[in-house]
């Protein structure tokens, strides 16, 4: 699987409200992304572990509740040792649940997982460090462009709409013209 080529999100659009609504700094794009691979790492290997003794008619609901029992300690691990990321994140916290069942359509392979959700962490990372930059002159909070004039857009969700459509279209054209 090509991370970028196979993109969950650049490809599939998968996971669309974190990426447009987080990515606003690569600081939040990266916590999202980390987060989001602890909690489904490790809710695939527990559903992995009880999808065999798992009645198929109750699966679903198990595969949701493991989900967000990880993402539930994650977010009070969070707010208790890095506040301003907790902070950043707080209403997209339930968002990593619906990611885990999109993303990885439990259960599934732990490499197919981990391959899904690291492309998923860099579509984040990439969203987040082009809005940050477009959008404030910035990478993680050290201006990178001191005389630039702040496109403000970027930092708003139509923002992150074109930003997503600009990288889609590459990734297309690229697709559809690999030696050019």
């Known amino acids: 699987m090509n991370i970028l080529k196979d993109n969950p999100t650049f490809v599939l659009l998968l996971g669309l409200c974190p990426v447009l609504a987080v ?6 794009a990266v916590g999202m992304g980390v987060l989001t691979l602890i909690a489904l790492m490790a809710s ?10 798992t009645p198929q008619a109750i699966a679903l ?8 029992t990880f993402v539930s300690l994650l977010q009070l ?3 208790a040792f890095l506040p301003s990321l907790g902070n950043d994140l707080s209403i997209y916290f ?6 885990g069942l999109t993303l990885c359509s439990l259960p599934c392979p ?12 860099v579509a984040l990372l990439i969203m987040g460090a082009l809005r940050e930059l477009l959008g404030v002159g ?22 992150a709409f074109l930003l997503l459509s600009f990288i889609m279209a ?5 697709k559809n013209h690999p030696h050019e």
């Open 23 to 28: 990515t606003t700094s690569v600081w939040s």
């Open 44 to 53: 695939n290997a527990v559903i992995k572990w009880i999808h065999p003794k």
């Open 61 to 68: 609901l198990v595969n949701v509740i493991v989900i967000s």
């Open 77 to 79: 691990i969070v707010q």
């Open 94 to 99: 339930p968002l990593i649940v619906i990611n």
């Open 110 to 121: 732990p490499l197919h997982a981990l391959q899904r959700v690291l492309g998923f962490c």
């Open 138 to 159: 910035t990478l993680l909070g050290f201006t990178i462009l001191p005389d630039y004039y702040p496109m403000l857009i970027m930092i708003l969700p139509s923002g």
């Open 170 to 174: 590459i990734l297309t054209w690229t």
